[in-house]
């Protein structure tokens, strides 16, 4: 899963940082199909979630500096 992201500032449209993460989720395809789809799924909400913490914690150190 790969992001792109822009943090401007809301009063001019100057942009403050940009950047770009990416997460990877492993899963493990169960025999059944629909587990196969509940697995897929899963790993991808899992790097959703991690993309997201990569993100904040990107912003939180710049805006720490």
Do not use: C, M
């Amino acid at each position: 899963l790969k992001a792109e992201y822009t943090l401007k500032r809301r009063s001019t449209g100057e942009v403050l940082r940009t950047g770009h993460r990416s997460a990877v989720a492993l899963v493990d395809f169960p025999g059944q199909e629909y587990a196969k789809l509940r697995a897929t799924r899963d790993a991808e909400n899992r790097a959703a979630r991690e993309l997201a913490e990569l993100i904040r914690a990107d912003l939180a150190t710049w805006v720490g500096r």
